[in-house]
């Protein structure tokens, strides 16, 4: 079992930044792909940024590329997700998720274990 809490979601005006934080409980952390998806008011969850056990592999959605950085500190068992020029349409409740194994997909039935979620809103 994984249990997942996030943390560090708040207001923030457009352009600005905010850094996401998850901490996992978790045997042996780097067993475990982990990711951050989002779902804004009305819309389908969607997958925003994922990380491989070891740190040596991302993926990111379009519309955070070149804005948001995953990363992970395996010592700490923390999850992390930088997010920077926010737009308004970054605005959602964002999701840390996990997975045992080694292929990092982005459809949330991928994804056995969330955490409650922390909200963003950005602000024009």
């Known amino acids: 079992q994984v249990q997942l809490a996030e943390s560090g979601g708040g207001l923030v005006q457009a352009g600005g930044s905010l850094r996401l934080s998850c901490a996992a409980t978790?045997?042996?952390?780097?067993?475990?792909?982990m990711v951050w998806f989002r779902q804004a008011p009305g819309k389908e969850r969607e997958f925003v940024a994922g990380?491989?056990?070891?740190?040596?592999?991302?993926n990111y959605a379009t519309s955070a590329k070149g804005r948001f950085t995953i990363s992970r500190d395996n010592g700490q068992n923390m999850v992390y997700l930088q997010m920077n020029n926010l737009k308004p349409e970054d605005t959602a409740v964002y999701y840390c998720?996990?997975?045992?194994?080694?292929?990092?997909?982005?459809?949330?039935?991928?994804?056995?274990?969330w955490g409650q979620g922390t909200p963003v809103t950005v602000s024009s």
């Open positions: 998720a996990a997975r045992r194994g080694v292929s990092l997909y982005s459809y949330v039935t991928n994804y056995d274990y």
């Open positions: 990380i491989n056990g070891r740190g040596s592999s991302t």
């Open positions: 978790a045997q042996t952390f780097t067993d475990y792909i």
